[in-house]
Nanobody, 123 residues
Framework: QEQLVESGGGLVQAGGSLRLSCAAS????????MGWFRQAPGKEREFVAA????????YYADSVKGRFTISRDNALNTVYLQMNSLKPEDTAVYYC????????????????WGQGTLVTVSS
């Protein structure tokens, strides 16, 4: 059974950094796009960053461009989200996601979700 397991969330002060990890298992994700979404309290889930497992372009929400970086380690079957210059408005549950759909920026196109990891940024 396919599985995405996130780790790395926690509490950090504004301006700080965190790195989230997403370990993928149970199927071959080489043809998938991998991404990160987040959901803040009382808000809808929103796209954060994405890339194809095979490499190539990376995609970011405007709100995180220049601060967040998505990357992968093929040998470890792991996708990362490096988050720098964190702001209180980045506080949310962050979800790892995978899909074969070309519309991978849309949450309704996601085929596999992780369980989520909470990121809290204090001011």
């Amino acid at each position: 059974q396919e599985q995405l397991v996130e780790s790395g969330g926690g509490l950090v002060q504004a301006g700080g950094s965190l790195r989230l990890s997403c370990a993928a298992s149970g199927r071959t994700f080489s043809t998938y796009a991998m991404g990160w979404f987040r959901q803040a309290p009382g808000k809808e889930r929103e796209f954060v960053a994405a890339m194809r497992w095979s490499g190539g372009n990376t995609y970011y929400a405007d709100s995180v461009k220049g601060r967040f970086t998505i990357s992968r380690d093929n040998a470890l079957n792991t996708v990362y989200l490096q988050m720098n210059s964190l702001k209180p408005e980045d506080t949310a549950v962050y979800y790892c996601a995978a899909t074969r759909s070309p519309r991978f920026l849309n949450s309704d196109q996601i085929e596999v979700w992780g369980q989520g990891t909470l990121v809290t940024v204090s001011s």
